[in-house]
C-alpha cells in the first residue's frame, strides 16, 4: 500500500451528471455539460485516453446534459436528458464502433427525471419518464414509459407510435373511455384494428370512432425524422 500512486489521465472535467459505465468503458459529462467523452484504456497509447462521443453531433449539447441512464437490451443506449426537458439517445457499442445519437421529443412534453428498469420478462429494458404536459390548460405530471422496441416476435397489431398513448383489446367498442390525461386535446391519433385513425379531440375522457374496432391504440401523434 506504500508505493499507490494516483496520476491525472484527463485534466478535461466531468459535470455532476452521474457516469456511466459499459463494459471496461465509462460515459461521462464534460464539465461544461455539452459534451460526451469516453474513458477506457488505449494499448497503443497503453494508458486512458477520454476522446469525444459528441464529435458528430455537437449541436445536441446545446442543452447541457443533466442526468443519464443506460438501458443495455437491445441495443445499448444511453438515454440523456438535457436541461430543456428533452431527450437524445446515443447507441453505442464499442466492439462495433457504433456511436450513433438520435433525439426524441415525447410530443412536447418536459422529461422531468427518467431511469431505466428491466421488464418484467427480462427481454428489454424500459426507459420510464416523469413528462410534464400541459392538458386541457392545466399542468400535468405522468410516469411514461417506453413501448418495447420491435422484436422478432411482434406483429403490425402490436405498434404503439404515438405518446402518452394507451391500448385496448377486447371486444370491438365505438366510444372509446379513459382518456382523461388528454382532456381537450385536438392532435389524437392512433390505430384502430390497423386502420389510422385522427385528429380526434378527447371530451370527458372519451373519443368516438367512426365505426367499433376491438384494438385501438390512440395518444399523442408525432413525426419521425431523420436528422
Known sequence: PGNAKVEDSSSRGSSDTPPVPIDNQVLYVQRSGRTVREF???YEADGYK???????????GVSPF????????PYSIVWMQRLDGSVVGLTYNRDENVVGWHRHDFAGGIVESMSVIPASNQLQDTLWMVI?????????RYIERLTRFWDFDMTIEDAHFVDCGLTYDGTPIQTVYGLQHLEGMADVY???DNIPIGPLTVTNGTVVLDQPASRITIGLGFDAAGE
Not at 477520454?50 to 445536441?60: G, I, K, Q, V
Not at 443533466?66 to 437490451?73: G, H, Q
Not at 410534464?132 to 400535468?140: A, E, F, H, I, L
Open 40 to 42: 477506457a484504456y488505449n
Open 132 to 140: 410534464r404536459r400541459t392538458v386541457n390548460g392545466q399542468t400535468r
Open 50 to 60: 477520454s476522446p469525444s462521443m459528441s464529435m458528430l453531433a455537437s449541436h445536441l
Open 190 to 192: 392512433g390505430l384502430a
Open 66 to 73: 443533466v442526468n443519464a441512464v443506460y438501458a443495455a437490451e
